[in-house]
Structure formats: structure tokens, C-alpha cells
């Protein structure tokens, strides 16, 4: 598509390409057009959010719904320094305390029960138990991929202390199946054996031996077994949630104004903390300065035993600086400073502006390993992913940075804010009302990611462009919002528009 000038985005909109969209609600033919960056709109955008009313995060919706119409509320205020925006805060806070895993006495994989939400679903690995002859349970079949609890083990065909074995899993048509499998760990036809060899990167099956001591046993009975879900905690969950809770405490703790919120605001404070506090034992700090945080080895997700994408760390990170912010505590302060020289090595300034990747490049998943690598139970092995960053997750990290710089804490020229607004301006701008999907300026962006864009409203404070062009995206899209993130791009539209940054 031929380029715009800087001129033609700011006085000017074409209509190319927009009425092929397709995907997310558009606003029907006969409605009124809204305005995007109106309180009315945000009106429309809370109503729809919370007919939806999310009660846990078991399938992430309070991660990646909650969360931004949690951080949207804070704008809304910021934008307008109306108090019933921090009302409704007030009552999602409530509830979010209300729901963790504790208060819902609930428990991770690892038997925790912490005041942190769990999610399962997509995001987990799924469990089934393969017995023996006698139904003892004997060994843990397990698919790390999507619809994990969907999955299946038929065993048929059993005879002489052999039996097959056809996994299933309805993400992919691909079935597997293990003809004469035997649970015997000294037989060639081992079955634990036999599934890891039919692992692939696309097919996510492994299995685990329960026996404590492995023997020849008899065959199971004919069966089919189902999976069940396993639940986890992840750091980058906890940080979207925990983010608006500390962001919250820290405006209300810090203004005079809001004196007569400051005892919730602790209570806030506290929950914040402690979310963050369960994923200590994930972060690794490394001798040159830098730290990540690292999916344990073990736990039933994709990718145990390696180092998290730059935005899944800083996701939590952006709750770090804020709780740096609130309590003055160095170690916040520090673990945010080794992030960002961790960030470092993947940004490269291509025309001025900011061009990353989706995993760091010192990290496992970047270079790719093999399985004699012994890197992680549920991928044994993974190609090289090398792929760049998406406007969507990037808006984690660009958030992350911009609440560094605003605390003051000096990454050097990775909280440069002016490089990663050109970033937008002149990466991600792909014409009058339409932007790229990836950081490079490539992909087509197809609307439920290009409304995606209005996250990064908070880079408005260096270049209004960034406003203009996510709202003449929505405009295009005619949006009909729904989601939590749709919450928080109207809500920076409002804050762009009334220069909330002044309130910050």
C-alpha cells in the first residue's frame, strides 16, 4: 500500500480496505455513530463489558478482560477527574479481592491456594491417567496444547500384557496412534517411550511415569480416558490484574483529594503485593544485571523451563514500578532496572524507531532446542522462534516502559518514550485508518487487532498522531465494544483528548 504522509493522516482518511473487515461487532448501518473519544462512548463500552460478568480467571478473562477495564476506569478519571469512575473501580476491586484463589479456597497444580487467580482452558496442559490391570494409576498422559481437557486416550486391543493406544485432541486432526504398547520400562515398546517419540512441536504429547517403581504389569482394560484440566498461575496473569490494583493504590496514597479512599487503598496496596510476591520464586537475576522471569520446570503449561517473553515479564513489571512508586521498597526499583537492560539487547532502531521481537533473543525459545537439551517436561523440543513482536503484546511492554519513565527510573535509552512512539508513527501506521499487526510494519492487522492500537494511547503524550490515528481506526472499524480492551482504547482516547496526562 502506497505510504501517507505525516499530513494526509492528520487532516485526511481514506476508506481503503476497511469494508472487507470482518471478525469483531461493527456498529449496524442505521445506529448513530459514536464518538469514540466521548464519555458517552465509554458509557457504551462499561455496558458491554460488564453484561459479561466475568466471576474468575479460570479461562483468563481477568487477565486479559478485567484487567484492562480495571486500567480504562483509572484513565476515564485521569481524563476527566470524575469520581464515579473510581466508584466503579472501587466495586471491581472488591470483587477481584473477593474471588483469588484463596478466597475461593481453590489450589494450583502444586497444591497453593494463594491471593492470585488461576486460569486453566487454552492456556494449561491436560492430564489423563493410564492404569494398570489392576487400576492402579500408572502413567500421566499429557497434551500441552490448546483445549487441553478435550483431549483423549482409547486403549484397545489388549493381549498378552500389550495393548494400542490412540491419543486425540481436537485442535488438530492429526490422530496418534501407538500399536502394541506395553508398561514395561524395559520392553522396546515402552509406553512412555512410545508417546514422547511421538511428540512434534505441533503435537504436543508427552507422558510421565506415577509408579514408584516401574515394572512390567499387566495390560489395561479397554477403555477410553479422559483429561483433566490443570491449573496454574501465571506471572503475566497476575501482572495485568495487579497492575491497575497498585496503579490505584499509588494515585489515591499519593493525593490529598482522595484522602477518604486511602484505607481501601491500602487494603488494595496489600493485594497487589502479595499477588506479586507468589511469583518470586519464577524471577532469575543474572550476573550481567539483567532478570527475567522463567516458567518452572515442571509445571503444567507450554514451555516450562524457559525464560518468558519480554512482555509476560513485564507485565508483572509494570506492577513493580508501581509498587516502587507507592512504598519507595529499592528491590521493586531494582528487579524493574534489570528488566529493562534485559530489554536491551532485542530493541534495534530501524528508521528512528523501536523494532523488537516476541521472545528475547538470549532465550531458549528464540534460539530453539532440541530434546537431549532436558529444558522442559511438556516441550521437549521447540524450533527457533524468532518472530517480531504483535501491536497487541507490544502495548504490554510499551505500557511497562512508559511507567518506568514516568517513575523516573532511568533505563537509558530503552525508556527513550519518543523512540517507541515512533514506533506507532512510523512503523505501525499503515494508511489514513488502518495500521500493521507487527512492530516492523508487516502483517495485516485484521480489526480485533487494530483496535488493539487505541492501548498504546499512553505514547499520545509525545506524539498526538497516536490519538488521531487510533481513533480514526476505530472510526473505520465502527466498533461496536464488548471486550475489556475495547474499555481501555476508548478510555485513552478520552485521556488523550483531555491531555490526561496532566493527571497522572
Known sequence: ??????????????????????????????????????????DVAQAGYLASDPQDNEAGVYAWGESYFLLSLLRMYEAHQDERYLRTFED???????????????????GRSGKVWRTAGNYTAGHGVLPDGDGKPAIQLRWAGSR???????VSNVADGTFDLVLRNPATTTVVTLPGVSLDPAAPTYVVTAVDNAYTAALRWTAAELR???????????????????YYVFAVHTGMIAFPLAR???????????????????????????????????????????GDYVWPKGAPI???????????????????????????????????????????????LVDGAYVWTYWPPYSELYAGYPKTAGISEYTPSY??????????????STEFVHAAYDAGIDGGAVTDVTIFAKTFTQKLIRSANEVWFRVDGTGDAVPANAVQCARWGEYAE??????????????????????????LGIAYLNWAKNSGWRNK
Open 248 to 290: 490505584y493504590a499509588r494515585m489515591v496514597l499519593q493525593s490529598p483529594k482522595l484522602r477518604s479512599r486511602q484505607k481501601f487503598a491500602r487494603d488494595v496496596l496489600d493485594a497487589a503485593t502479595a499477588a506479586v510476591a507468589f511469583h518470586d520464586p519464577e524471577w532469575v537475576s543474572r550476573p550481567d544485571g539483567t
Open 383 to 396: 524450533p527457533a522462534s524468532k518472530q517480531i513482536e504483535d501491536l497487541s503484546h507490544a502495548a504490554i
Open 302 to 348: 507450554p514451555f516450562d523451563g524457559t525464560i518468558q517473553p519480554y512482555n509476560q515479564s513485564q507485565g508483572i513489571g509494570q506492577v513493580l514500578v508501581e509498587l516502587f512508586r507507592a512504598t519507595k521498597q529499592p528491590r521493586y526499583k531494582t528487579r524493574v532496572q534489570q528488566m529493562l537492560k534485559a530489554y536491551q539487547p532485542a530493541l534495534r
Open 462 to 487: 509525545q506524539d498526538l498522531l497516536i490519538y488521531q490515528q487510533s481513533l480514526r481506526v476505530y472510526d473505520a472499524v465502527q466498533l461496536v465494544p464488548v471486550q475489556g480492551s475495547h474499555a
Open 212 to 230: 514408584e517403581t516401574p515394572a512390567a504389569a499387566p495390560a489395561p482394560a479397554p477403555a477410553t480416558i479422559t483429561f483433566q484440566p490443570q
Open 92 to 110: 471491581r476491586a472488591h470483587h477481584l479481592m473477593k474471588t483469588t484463589d484463596h478466597a475461593r479456597h481453590v489450589k494450583d497444580y502444586a
Open 148 to 154: 487441553s481437557a478435550e483431549s483423549t486416550a482409547e
Open 1 to 42: 500500500m502506497q505510504p501517507f504522509s505525516r499530513r494526509t493522516l492528520i487532516l485526511g482518511t481514506t476508506a481503503g480496505g476497511v469494508a472487507a473487515w470482518a471478525g469483531i461487532p461493527a456498529l449496524s448501518a442505521s445506529a448513530d455513530p459514536l464518538a469514540y473519544d466521548s464519555p458517552e462512548a465509554f
